[in-house]
């Protein structure tokens, strides 16, 4: 294998023509790059479909760049600048912390430090490698410590705190249970005595460390990267800070009793902030010398803090309550490398999905970003689902999940890429991932290299195009079959609502549309209400509530809460969006499921095959005949794929009155076949039982579905992730690809549907 390894990614992910877009590219074994601006055609290698078609385009960018490597600091953490070192005492203080850590005995992890590991000098309030809690000094050639007598306990919250007294050297480190049925891992039942208080001389007398300090971290530095965090802690911190003086024990169990600590140089109130739409990442100083940290990497707010009584599940009911800020020493959502080129697209740059291919030896890397015109020019737009995309980024299933060879029914296929990227584990996780502590990842952003969209990548797990890679199958046959469109992007949507959609005739949403905000329903009901047509081609969509962050919209929050299919489950009470103040978990689970908006919502995922459609009876009504002319009465419609053989696979939605559809909306085509290892999901059931396959179960099927709204305004909807991927196969002519022509003829002109019974004059059914 070759020595070289590129990598890279773009800011942002999506930019209109005309706008620049910067790219930050890490180099290993070469100081060059060739450099290319491509435009994607179509991503996946399969012999079935086209192949992969990429086009060089002109731009205005060197053909050669200098690279280097570039470091990624993982971990998240908060910093306090403290200019005028206030935080530096030069009388007796004490520091202290409501802690609950998540994974005591891993290694050393600093809580409070203003502590450089290269020079040791400073102090720092932590974690010892055997699982105690621990105060340190150093004054640049002694370290000296204070250790509890007592070890940590998992996920149970305590009081830690240390005072020091540097005329004398005398040091005091007090650990305090605040343990109650409700806030820890471990209930009180249990006969643990958490308290502890040692009392001892240290030798060393703490020497001014020239650094911030941090809450979650210590500093280090190294010759060939320069400064960072390390000595990550893992867990949740509440309300700490630095108090004058060696705090007695009154004064630290008022402290543990919820007071505010007396005659603070500092107090980081994890509760002050709040409103009824979140949280930022500025933990705030309510002190006098107002010293506030910033988070790094989003440590994860509106999490239950140590005096939570179980009653409260939301911070907006009452925030004292929920002071816990969570940290992960593999958290990471930029990783803040400098740019090595800045590509600004013309502005009559065609829409599409572009990539700076970098090229040195024999490696490539492709650096995808998606142009959206300057200005509307077409009549479809295709909804590109950044925020899937980013849900998904990096994901580890295929190594790290356990139940995910179950899962999709046969051994993942590892490439030497997967291993490469494996064993680097520098650039994140998805929210299909756990952090270290077990914690599952509820951000993921854009400022970092994602592998998994790039061009040609299969996901490792399924064996086939996922997300983004998946969708240019769609890109390619509009363009094959002769259709303008535009690309516009979630996180367009978000920003802009239905501003976004109403420059066109039809909207088409591609494979896995699964990560909606509150917004883009809003807007795609607002524009299905004012005559648009949309065209859901996806499974799996509108499912999770999700929130573009408001003061970083490269970065998105969602939460898996206690229903549907999840790779994770938050913690009791921790189910509210710090992003946006609102419930996160399913739609369905707010009273907009899927169904009320497009029709069809998830049933089934399976990965073993895909299947045909079969038409419905109300298939020849004359209200949607004109979508099947060219298809046989008993045609199968899909009985081929690049994703699995099938139009009707992966991910699979239905037609369900009970949950919305429309009722007057026409079943026109339902999938068969399916096996078992398509089962019901998780959120269909309330007693388990045998028989929930596909085999047996009749919901197990994906549906294809009309419907008309108002002012000449329709849906057609056909609930199967593969669906797209069948497009490109027999050279993009097949019937998938019929009943798609026709479609797109009709939606796309002005004027009634063929065959509506609905009039905007009338604004009644007939």
């Given at each position: 294998?070759?020595?070289?390894?590129?990598?890279?990614?773009?800011?942002?992910?999506a930019?209109?023509?005309?706008?620049?877009?910067?790219?930050?590219?890490?180099?290993?074994?070469?100081?060059?790059?060739r450099?290319?601006?491509?435009?994607?055609?179509?991503?996946?290698?399969?012999?079935?479909?086209?192949?992969?078609?990429?086009?060089?385009?002109?731009?205005?960018?060197?053909?050669?760049?200098?690279?280097?490597?570039?470091?990624?600091?993982?971990?998240?953490?908060?910093?306090?600048?403290?200019?005028?070192?206030?935080?530096?005492?030069?009388?007796?203080?004490?520091?202290?912390?409501?802690?609950?850590?998540?994974?005591?005995?891993?290694?050393?992890?600093?809580?409070?430090?203003?502590?450089?590991?290269?020079?040791?000098?400073?102090?720092?309030?932590?974690?010892?490698?055997e699982?105690?809690l621990?105060?340190?000094?150093g004054?640049?050639?002694?370290?000296?410590q204070?250790?509890?007598?007592?070890?940590?306990?998992?996920?149970?919250?305590?009081?830690?705190?240390?005072?020091?007294?540097?005329?004398?050297?005398?040091?005091?480190?007090?650990?305090?249970?605040?343990?109650?049925?409700?806030?820890?891992?471990?209930?009180?039942?249990?006969?643990?005595?958490?308290?502890?208080?040692?009392?001892?001389?240290?030798?060393?007398?703490?020497?001014?460390?020239?650094?911030?300090?941090?809450?979650?971290?210590?500093?280090?530095?190294?010759?060939?990267?320069?400064?960072?965090?390390?000595l990550?802690f893992?867990?949740?911190?509440?309300?700490?800070?630095?108090?004058?003086?060696?705090?007695?024990?009154?004064?630290?169990?008022?402290?543990?009793?919820?007071?505010?600590?007396?005659?603070?140089?500092?107090?980081?109130?994890?509760?002050?902030?709040?409103?009824?739409?979140?949280?930022?990442?500025?933990?705030?100083?309510?002190?006098?010398?107002?010293?506030?940290?910033?988070?790094?990497?989003?440590?994860?707010?509106?999490?239950?803090?140590?005096?939570?009584r179980?009653?409260?599940?939301?911070?907006?009911?009452?925030?004292?309550?929920?002071?816990?800020?969570?940290?992960?020493?593999?958290?990471?959502?930029?990783?803040?490398?400098?740019?090595?080129?800045?590509?600004?697209?013309?502005?009559?740059?065609?829409?599409?999905v572009?990539?700076?291919?970098?090229?040195?030896?024999?490696v490539?890397?492709?650096?995808?970003?998606?142009?959206?015109?300057?200005?509307?020019k077409?009549k479809?737009?295709?909804?590109?689902?950044?925020?899937t995309?980013?849900?998904?980024?990096?994901?580890?299933?295929?190594?790290?999940?356990?139940?995910?060879?179950?899962?999709?029914g046969?051994?993942?296929?590892?490439?030497?890429?997967?291993?490469?990227?494996?064993?680097?584990?520098?650039?994140?996780?998805?929210?299909?991932?756990?952090?270290?502590?077990?914690?599952?990842?509820?951000?993921?952003?854009?400022?970092?290299?994602?592998?998994?969209?790039?061009?040609?990548?299969r996901?490792?797990g399924?064996?086939?195009?996922?997300?983004?890679?998946?969708?240019?199958?769609?890109?390619?046959?509009?363009?094959?079959?002769?259709?303008?469109?535009?690309l516009?992007?979630?996180?367009?949507?978000?920003?802009?609502?239905?501003?976004?959609?109403?420059?066109?005739?039809?909207?088409?949403?591609?494979?896995?549309?699964?990560?909606?905000?509150?917004?883009?329903?809003?807007?795609?009901?607002?524009?299905?209400?004012?005559?648009?047509?949309?065209?859901?081609?996806?499974?799996?969509?509108?499912?999770?509530?999700?929130?573009?962050?408001?003061?970083?919209?490269?970065?998105?929050?969602?939460?898996?809460?206690?229903?549907?299919?999840?790779?994770?489950?938050?913690?009791?009470?921790?189910?509210?969006?710090?992003?946006?103040?609102?419930?996160?978990?399913?739609?369905r689970?707010?009273?907009?499921?899927?169904?009320?908006?497009?029709?069809?919502?998830?049933?089934?995922?399976?990965?073993?095959?895909?299947?045909?459609?079969?038409?419905?009876?109300?298939?020849?009504?004359?209200?949607?005949?004109?979508?099947?002319?060219?298809?046989?009465?008993?045609?199968?419609?899909?009985?081929?794929g690049?994703?699995?053989?099938?139009?009707?696979?992966?991910?699979?939605?239905?037609?369900d009155?009970?949950?919305?559809?429309?009722?007057?909306?026409?079943?026109?085509?339902?999938?068969i076949?399916?096996?078992?290892?398509?089962?019901?999901?998780?959120e269909?059931?309330?007693?388990?039982?045998?028989?929930?396959?596909?085999?047996?179960?009749?919901?197990?099927?994906?549906?294809?579905?009309?419907?008309?709204?108002a002012?000449?305004?329709?849906?057609?909807?056909?609930?199967?992730?593969?669906?797209?991927?069948?497009?490109?196969?027999?050279?993009?002519?097949?019937?998938?690809?019929t009943?798609?022509?026709?479609?797109?003829?009709?939606?796309?002109?002005?004027?009634?549907?063929?065959?509506?019974?609905?009039?905007?004059?009338?604004?009644h059914?007939?």
């Amino acid at each position: 294998m070759t020595d070289i390894r590129l990598f890279g990614y773009s800011d942002p992910l999506a930019a209109q023509a005309g706008k620049p877009i910067d790219f930050m590219v890490s180099a290993e074994g070469t100081e060059t790059v060739r450099a290319q601006i491509v435009r994607l055609v179509h991503g996946d290698f399969n012999p079935d479909g086209p192949g992969f078609i990429e086009e060089e385009v002109d731009a205005d960018i060197p053909a050669d760049l200098a690279v280097r490597r570039q470091y990624t600091q993982n971990g998240s953490f908060a910093r306090v600048e403290d200019p005028e070192g206030r935080l530096v005492p030069d009388g007796p203080f004490t520091v202290h912390a409501f802690v609950w850590p998540s994974a005591p005995g891993r290694a050393r992890q600093a809580i409070l430090s203003r502590w450089s590991v290269n020079t040791s000098t400073g102090w720092g309030l932590g974690i010892s490698p055997e699982g105690k809690l621990e105060f340190w000094v150093g004054d640049g050639k002694t370290v000296d410590q204070i250790t509890a007598d007592a070890p940590l306990v998992p996920k149970v919250w305590v009081l830690a705190a240390a005072s020091y007294d540097p005329a004398t050297g005398e040091a005091r480190l007090r650990q305090i249970g605040v343990q109650n049925a409700w806030n820890s891992h471990i209930g009180p039942v249990v006969p643990y005595d958490h308290d502890t208080h040692v009392v001892e001389t240290l030798r060393a007398i703490p020497a001014r460390a020239n650094a911030p300090l941090l809450i979650a971290g210590a500093h280090e530095e190294k010759p060939e990267r320069g400064r960072f965090v390390s000595l990550n802690f893992n867990g949740k911190i509440d309300r700490s800070g630095i108090a004058r003086g060696a705090l007695d024990a009154d004064a630290m169990d008022r402290i543990a009793k919820g007071e505010a600590p007396p005659d603070p140089i500092a107090y980081w109130d994890t509760t002050a902030g709040f409103t009824d739409r979140g949280i930022d990442q500025t933990i705030r100083d309510t002190g006098p010398h107002e010293l506030h940290a910033q988070g790094v990497n989003r440590p994860v707010r509106a999490m239950t803090g140590w005096n939570w009584r179980g009653r409260e599940d939301s911070f907006r009911l009452d925030p004292s309550q929920y002071g816990g800020v969570a940290y992960h020493d593999d958290a990471l959502t930029d990783c803040g490398w400098d740019k090595t080129v800045t590509w600004t697209p013309s502005e009559d740059l065609r829409s599409g999905v572009y990539a700076l291919k970098i090229t040195a030896g024999d490696v490539v890397d492709r650096i995808p970003v998606i142009i959206r015109p300057a200005k509307p020019k077409a009549k479809i737009a295709v909804l590109m689902s950044t925020f899937t995309y980013l849900a998904y980024a990096n994901e580890h299933l295929s190594f790290e999940a356990q139940i995910a060879q179950a899962i999709v029914g046969h051994t993942p296929v590892i490439t030497g890429e997967d291993i490469e990227y494996t064993k680097l584990a520098e650039f994140g996780l998805s929210t299909y991932d756990h952090h270290s502590d077990g914690a599952g990842v509820c951000f993921s952003s854009w400022k970092r290299p994602i592998i998994n969209i790039r061009p040609g990548y299969r996901m490792a797990g399924m064996n086939f195009p996922w997300a983004l890679p998946a969708d240019l199958s769609l890109l390619w046959w509009l363009e094959h079959a002769g259709y303008d469109f535009d690309l516009i992007t979630d996180h367009d949507l978000d920003r802009e609502g239905l501003s976004a959609l109403t420059p066109y005739k039809t909207v088409i949403n591609v494979t896995h549309p699964e990560y909606y905000s509150e917004g883009m329903l809003d807007a795609t009901e607002d524009y299905l209400r004012r005559g648009g047509r949309v065209m859901y081609l996806g499974g799996n969509g509108y499912y999770w509530v999700t929130a573009a962050c408001p003061d970083d919209p490269a970065c998105i929050e969602v939460r898996k809460l206690d229903a549907g299919s999840r790779a994770w489950q938050a913690e009791a009470g921790e189910g509210y969006l710090a992003s946006t103040g609102e419930r996160s978990g399913l739609w369905r689970s707010r009273g907009r499921p899927p169904q009320k908006l497009v029709g069809v919502g998830f049933t089934a995922e399976g990965m073993d095959r895909s299947e045909p459609f079969e038409r419905m009876p109300d298939s020849f009504h004359k209200r949607v005949a004109w979508i099947f002319d060219g298809i046989g009465d008993e045609e199968l419609i899909g009985d081929f794929g690049l994703a699995m053989g099938g139009a009707a696979g992966v991910e699979l939605d239905r037609y369900d009155l009970a949950l919305g559809t429309p009722p007057h909306s026409l079943l026109v085509g339902a999938s068969i076949n399916h096996t078992d290892n398509y089962p019901l999901v998780s959120e269909e059931i309330t007693y388990a039982f045998p028989g929930r396959g596909g085999t047996q179960d009749p919901q197990v099927r994906g549906d294809m579905i009309f419907f008309n709204t108002a002012e000449d305004g329709a849906v057609f909807a056909a609930g199967s992730i593969a669906w797209s991927q069948a497009l490109p196969c027999n050279g993009g002519e097949n019937n998938v690809a019929t009943i798609m022509r026709n479609l797109l003829n009709a939606f796309t002109k002005d004027g009634p549907l063929p065959g509506s019974a609905f009039t905007g004059a009338e604004k009644h059914w007939r």
